[in-house]
Structures are given as structure tokens and as C-alpha cells.
DNA sequence: ATCCATCTACCATGTGGCAGGTAGATGGAT
DNA sequence: ATCCATCTACCTGCCACATGGTAGATGGAT
């Protein structure tokens, strides 16, 4: 279990990757320009990825295992789970503030038919670390234990097309309004 | 101010290109695959419409004007503007009920990075109308006949989002069963 | 000497777009 | 009524470039 010291090329092409696909979906991320940003041949891109399906899935899949491991450093920096939902917009606020970037599983949702099998499963994980999550936390504030999947899939639907109309509009501040108003309306805790 | 009695083929393109586009994006439509699809050659598109960028501005925008009359529709068919707010989800529904398909302009949103200026403009004016519909049906409801742009903008934000969550698990009762949450946590009327 | 990481040099396919042509309809002048 | 010019609605054929992907060489570290 020792520690990656330096960033090996194959994470700066996952991270590389992962920034590219998070502005022009899987459709529009490509060799050439991805292998450019790293500073190799796109040639070389394929010592670490046999084909652009196998990058296209390790970035998704590393996006949620990132995106998991966020949202469990904010439970345990909140042991009230209602403190750690109302900390729950933060991750889809960074992208905005980090070059205006959509979430990556977003963009990749909506290219759903367009995706290969291996991309398509790992984007749906994204979503279920999320609904999980979140179903966790609201049940530990209602006390019950039971089925608050439903009220955790539409937090998680409505956070994301906050970020979609807030980017398309490059506002961030539109994406606190929009958050606001959710918690006015009372969606969130 | 004749009927036109046949859609002619520029209709023809448009409605294709239209059902391409919210299916792979501005960037996975192309002009081979709409070509065929209509019944003439890649070439000949560009008679009616002389760039990508221009298909896909009048796609675009005749998507927003289609909407537009939905909406009117919708107001017309219910005086009391509670009932209209409450069929407003039907909108993004009915993509879902035609073949899985996504809002056009979500799509469009998602590649707003890759868009040419004219085509963004039109996505834009789709989020307008859109909440330029919200933002009087609520304020008929409320009375008072200011600001409530920010609740409009949350309600399209979420509905968008829902739509794009259930359509990338091709799953049309958890578009309803969102929508069902958000009336229950009181976003909608 | 071998292995690793990367390179050069390709290829096949797909793409937006352009040049130029053409059968047939239209419509005014004679 | 006929001729001619023009327009409509396509077509064939091509180009330049981008793209995913492959084969084989290169050179430094061990």
C-alpha cells in the first residue's frame, strides 16, 4: 500500500481525460488533442488504454470513486447527517467553479445511446453512489430506515440540471439561486 | 398566408435532424446519416440550409418555437393556472414517452462549449421561454406579480434534470415518481 | 540483453463542405 | 404556341481534415 509519488502518465492521461470529457462528453474527447495536453504521442495513449471504450470507462470510473470518496470525508466531517446534506450541492459547485465543468456522468447521460457497454455501466454507478448516499443521510434524519430512495433520486435529478442551466449560462451564482430555492421549496433539508 | 399542404423536404430535414439531435447531440449529427434518413443525398442538404451551424440553429429554434405553442396550449386549455403548473411536466414526458429522447436543448446545454454562437443563442431562448411560462403561471398563482423567476428557474432545472436521469435508464415511471417527489417536498404546486 | 515507455509512420473510415452538372417546372416575350 | 432564360431540387464526385487504431522502430534504464 505505498504511495504513488509522482503522477504516472496514465493518471495524467485519466486526469487529462477526465477534464476533456467534462467539457466535450465522450463524443468529443479524442485522441490527438487528449495526448497533446498530457505532452506524448496519441500513439502512446494506447500503451495505457487498448481503445477509447476502455478510457472512456476507467475515467468514469474513476470520477465516482473520487466522487465517493468526497462525499465521505463530508460525512464524517459531519456526523449530523443534516449538516452533511446540506453540504451535498458543494460537489456539483466545484465543477462550476473549476473551468465551469459539468459533471462528467451528466454529459455522459445524455450521450447514453451513443455510449459503450463498458462507459454506460460505469456512468449508472456514478448515480447510484450518489442515491445511495444521499438515501443514507436522509434516512439517518428521518430516523427511519426505510425507502427514502425516492426523495434521494430527485435531490440528486435536481442538483444536476441546476448544474446543467447554470453552466450553459457559465453563472454560478444562478446555481446557488437555483439550490436556494430548492431549500425554500424545502426538497433539501 | 397559404397552408403549406405537404411538408416539404426542408421540413422533412428539420424534423429529422431535430430527432438525431436529441438523440446524439449537435456533434454526433451529421449529414450522411440525416441525408438517408430523409430519402436524398448528404449534398443536398446544404440547399436548404448552407452550414452545420445553420441546421442546427433552425432545429434549435424551431424546437423552442414547437414548445412555445405547447405551452400557450397548455394555458389555454386550463384558465386556472394551478392546473396549468401542474401539467407542465408533461413537456419533457412526452420526449420520453417518443422514443426515450432527451430535451434538445439539454443535449445542446451539455455541448454548449462546442456550440457555434448562432446555435447557443437559440438554446438559450429555449431555457427563456421556458421560464418566462413558469415565471407567469406562478405568478397568476401567487397573486403577486413579481419575481418569482427564481422559483420558475428551479422547476425547470429540476425537471431537466429528472428527464435526463430517468431517460439514461431508459425509465419512464421514475421521470413520474421524481416529479411525484418533487410535488410532495412542495416545488411544484 | 532486456524491458519499458514512447516514438514515427501509417491506414481506413467518417466528416463538413465545395464545384459543377442536370432533369424538369415556370413564366415571360415573341 | 413556342422559344428561351431562369429557377427548383436534387445529383455525382471530390477534397481536406479529423478520427480510432495498428505495426514496428528507438533509446534509455536496469
Redesign the interface.
Known amino acids: 500500500m505505498g504511495i504513488t509519488v509522482s503522477s504516472s502518465s496514465r493518471e495524467t492521461i485519466l486526469t487529462a481525460a477526465r477534464r476533456a470529457a467534462q467539457?466535450?462528453?465522450y463524443?468529443?474527447l479524442n485522441f490527438r488533442d487528449l495526448a497533446e495536453e498530457v505532452g506524448i504521442k496519441a500513439a502512446s495513449v494506447y500503451y495505457y488504454f487498448p481503445s477509447k471504450a476502455d478510457l472512456g470507462a476507467a475515467v468514469a470510473r474513476r470520477y465516482w470513486e473520487d466522487t465517493k470518496a468526497d462525499l465521505d470525508v463530508i460525512r464524517v466531517e459531519n456526523p449530523d447527517p443534516l449538516m452533511s446534506l446540506r453540504r451535498y450541492p458543494e460537489i456539483f459547485r466545484r465543477s462550476l467553479e473549476n473551468g465551469n465543468r459539468?459533471c462528467l456522468c451528466?454529459?455522459m447521460?445524455?450521450?447514453?445511446?451513443?455510449l459503450p457497454e463498458a462507459v454506460k455501466r460505469e456512468?449508472?454507478i456514478f448515480?447510484d453512489v450518489n442515491v445511495a448516499w444521499l438515501d443514507t443521510v436522509i434516512s439517518a434524519i428521518n430516523g427511519t430506515s426505510l425507502s427514502s430512495s425516492?426523495?434521494a433520486?430527485?435531490i440528486?435529478?435536481?442538483?444536476?440540471?441546476?448544474q446543467?442551466?447554470a453552466?450553459?449560462?457559465s453563472d454560478i451564482a444562478?446555481f446557488d439561486?437555483?439550490i436556494?430555492?430548492?431549500r425554500e421549496?424545502?426538497?433539501l433539508g
Chains 1, 2 share one sequence.
Open positions: 467539457a466535450h462528453g463524443n468529443g459539468l451528466s454529459f447521460s445524455a450521450e447514453h445511446d451513443d456512468v449508472q448515480t425516492g426523495r433520486r430527485a440528486f435529478a435536481a442538483i444536476s440540471g441546476a446543467l442551466m453552466r450553459s449560462r444562478l439561486e437555483i436556494e430555492s430548492y421549496a424545502g426538497l
